[in-house]
Structure formats: structure tokens, C-alpha cells
């Protein structure tokens, strides 16, 4: 229980990292998303995000709009239409990623060293659980999985 809430305020902690006109959350994983998988259909990108599609095309004309994803042909299937990011959506998220890490490392400069050295030990951790979350069905409190 104590992790979890360490870890919820360490998410709350980024989010107020993130600047003020930047992009959305779910926007900004959209495009991490794609940057990590390369393009998708439309519907693998809602179900990923865990969003309706029509909230996912919506999305995606305003990040189309903004220059940030492209849209192309299923090579597949004509009919389908996948999204791949920009050069200008990677660079967002350059930007975005410097950005948070400039004001991380402001923060980080205010603890003492023993405090930064355990959490860089942590990263492993904390790569291994995110990864982990990509993979696995986890089940809710009703035993549902999502």
C-alpha cells in the first residue's frame, strides 16, 4: 500500500512537471506509443491508450491537424488507415521529455546524495514493473481484467 501511494504521487509529481500548453496526456502517450511500435491502425491505438475509437479519431485529426502524426493506407488493406508519428511529433516529445528532465533534475538537486543514489538504484525496478504492466493482464478489485 505504501508503494502504491509513493508511486501515485510520483506520478502526480509529473504530471505538474509537464508545462503549461503542452500536450494532453493522453496525447502525449499516443505519440510515445507510436514512437515505440511504429505505426497502427486506428483501433490498435484506441485499445492501447484505452480509449474509444471515436475518442482515438478525434485524437488523431487534432494531432494530424497539429503536424504531429501521419496518416497512411494499410499496406494491408487500402481501406484501413494507419498512424505513424512525425518528424514533428518526435520532436514534441524530445522536447516534452527535455523539458520534464530539466526540471526533474532541479528537484533531484534539492535531495541529499544518498536519497538520489536510491532512487537511481530503483530505475531497474521500475523498468522491470513497467515493462511487466505492457504485458500482463492485471486484474481489477472484481477480478476483472482489463
Known sequence: MELASALERLVRLFRQLTTAGDLSLTAAATLATLERTGPRRLTELAVQ????????????????????????????????????????????LALRRETRADRL???????????RAALEAAVPA????????????VPDRTGATA
Open 105 to 115: 533534475a532541479v528537484l533531484l538537486g534539492t535531495l541529499d546524495p544518498a536519497d
Open 49 to 92: 491508450e484505452g480509449v474509444t475509437q471515436p475518442a482515438m479519431t478525434q485524437l488523431v485529426a487534432r494531432l494530424h491537424d497539429a503536424g504531429l502524426v501521419e496518416r497512411s493506407a494499410d499496406p494491408a488493406d487500402g481501406r484501413v488507415v494507419r498512424v505513424g508519428l512525425s518528424d514533428a511529433g518526435r520532436a514534441a
Open 126 to 137: 521500475i523498468d522491470a514493473l513497467t515493462t511487466t504492466t505492457l504485458t500482463t493482464t
